[in-house]
């Protein structure tokens, strides 16, 4: 009784969060013990701050069960338990349309009153009037969706099957003897970041320390595998001096990779440089790989939207299947469906039989479980129902050919005006790329200059997205470029 009321009246001493429990390796001599649990005074000289101990005590073995304790700070003792959280540093590419944007303490698109400001940072397709594209298909899928008054109940860990089913078709072909033969393991993806940092993950657990992406890859397959676990390496890929692929360097480093290694490759419309390789370099490509035992993971973001033609911009990925690989598949229905805040993605893996493909689904699955348990439907069923429809694909393609052909028409003139203002830098690069992105060279000093002198917003490394160049602004962001890198 009396180690009871001590225990009560020690706790009362001690404020809210000194009650709270978190672990600790912390345990003094002087304890105040009641039933199995003590409360126990401790000393942090060198933090001059009280630690209490609240637990179960240490069992014969010295382990303790439970033990936690709590650190009262006796200067700020109701301080928030978020005052020690740093800010952390804005997105590089999300960050450009914030209302504030902390790199380089410059103001960022929306905080920036100019009339004539232009974003060429964020990767979504706009039209030739600037504004967000809904394709008409997408708009007609999603009217008979509505129509059907279809229920909101959980799709399945895996997703909707016929939005897997289309998705794979749709990359591998319908030809494709592993599809066919039901070896490719497939789930439904929140797009296709959420496939990477599941594939990163199941890479992890099965053994896997390290991926090897190209150099430059998209700003955030980076922090996807290093959350997941593995270390992030990299092979040569793009040569800045040039402004072309760095093939032979491309291939030198696939061939001293450690074999067995899980190689990331873009399958089309390279972010951020747009320099794709050709067949023939894909080949060979898919003969290192063979030759290490290497681990093909395509990310496919443009799909059907790089060339506008889907057949095309899938070549790589089928040639790799073709040529007897096991590779894995990410792909994206943001830029090519315009579905961008629907998350729509899937992860695929073809395995050796239908046995080991059904037990790499149940890996699949148990990440996916505890992560977001299943993805949405409804922007899955939109896919589903244009790619399932013969008609509706069709549609789907002619509109999205209509989006490659007005970026291509971009490049043209962008390329062609800053050639006819007389620019001593060659530009043949920007009409050499492919997809939404051009990698236009100019170093951070210029990109800064651009947005501070002339309201243009692009991500740092010079990457402009062509999707926000339009027949009203191309000349005003060639002249700007013109600018900053002429000095003139």
């Known amino acids: 009784m009396i180690l009871r009321q001590a225990a009560q009246a020690l706790s009362r001493r001690l404020p809210a969060t000194a009650r709270r429990t978190s672990p600790s390796l912390l345990l003094s001599s002087s304890s105040v013990g009641i039933d199995n649990f003590v409360l126990t005074p401790s000393v942090n000289l060198q933090a001059k701050r009280d630690i209490w101990v609240w637990g179960s005590p240490p069992s014969s073995s010295g382990n303790r069960r439970g033990f936690a304790d709590a650190v009262v700070d006796n200067e700020h003792p109701h301080e928030s338990h978020w005052a020690q959280f740093p800010m952390a540093p804005p997105d590089p590419i999300i960050g450009l349309t914030e209302v504030r944007d902390y790199v380089l303490d410059i103001k960022a698109y929306l905080n920036d009153d100019f009339p004539d400001k232009v974003n060429v940072g964020v990767g979504a397709y706009r039209c030739d009037q600037g504004m967000p594209f809904v394709l008409p298909v997408v708009r007609e899928a999603e009217n008979e969706l509505v129509a059907e008054e279809l229920d909101h109940e959980?799709?399945?860990?895996?997703?909707?099957?016929?939005?897997?089913?289309?998705?794979?078709?749709?990359?591998?072909?319908?030809?494709?003897?592993?599809?066919?033969?039901?070896?490719?393991?497939?789930?439904?993806?929140?797009?296709?970041?959420?496939?990477?940092?599941?594939?990163?993950?199941?890479?992890?657990?099965?053994?896997?320390?390290?991926?090897?992406?190209p150099g430059p890859t998209w700003g955030n397959h980076?922090?996807?595998?290093?959350?997941?676990?593995l270390e992030v390496r990299k092979y040569r890929?793009?040569?800045?001096?040039?402004?072309?692929?760095?093939?032979?360097?491309?291939?030198?480093?696939?061939?001293a990779v450690p074999e067995g290694s899980c190689v990331l490759l873009h399958a089309?419309?390279?972010?951020?440089?747009?320099?794709?390789?050709?067949?023939?370099?894909?080949?060979?490509?898919?003969?290192?790989?063979?030759?290490?035992?290497l681990l093909p993971f395509f990310d496919c973001a443009y799909q059907g939207f790089a060339s506008g033609d889907a057949r095309k911009d899938a070549a790589a990925i089928r040639m790799f299947v073709e040529d007897g690989h096991n590779i894995a598949l990410v792909q994206s229905f943001s830029k090519n469906f315009g579905l961008y805040g629907q998350r729509v993605g899937a992860l695929s893996v073809v395995a050796d039989t239908q046995d080991e493909a059904k037990r790499v689904l149940s890996q699949l699955k148990v990440h996916i479980r505890p992560s977001y348990s299943n993805p949405p439907r409804h922007g899955?069923?939109?896919?589903?129902?244009?790619?399932?429809?013969?008609?509706?694909?069709?549609?789907?393609?002619?509109?999205?050919?209509?989006?490659?052909?007005?970026?291509n028409s971009m490049r043209i003139k962008l390329r062609n005006t800053l050639e006819e203002l007389g620019s001593s830098r060659s530009w043949e690069h920007i009409t050499k790329q492919i997809g939404m992105f051009a990698y236009s060279g100019m170093s951070k000093d210029e990109v800064v200059a651009l947005r501070e002198k002339h309201h243009i917003y692009c991500t740092l490394d010079g990457r402009i997205s062509m999707a926000g160049v339009t027949s009203k602004n191309v000349e005003y962001i060639a002249r700007a470029i013109y600018d900053v890198t002429e000095g003139k």
């Open 154 to 213: 959980y799709s399945g860990i895996a997703g909707c099957p016929n939005f897997v089913d289309a998705a794979l078709k749709f990359a591998y072909g319908e030809d494709c003897v592993p599809l066919n033969e039901n070896r490719v393991a497939g789930v439904q993806t929140l797009s296709g970041t959420g496939g990477l940092r599941v594939f990163g993950e199941v890479l992890h657990q099965f053994g896997h320390k390290h991926i090897y992406v």
């Open 222 to 229: 980076i922090p996807i595998f290093t959350n997941a676990g």
């Open 237 to 255: 890929y793009y040569d800045n001096a040039t402004c072309n692929l760095d093939f032979s360097g491309l291939i030198d480093d696939l061939r």
């Open 268 to 293: 089309c419309a390279h972010n951020p440089t747009g320099m794709d390789p050709t067949m023939e370099q894909w080949k060979q490509i898919s003969n290192v790989a063979k030759e290490r035992h």
């Open 380 to 407: 899955a069923r939109i896919v589903s129902k244009i790619l399932s429809n013969e008609k509706k694909t069709d549609e789907f393609v002619e509109q999205c050919m209509g989006m490659a052909k007005r970026i």
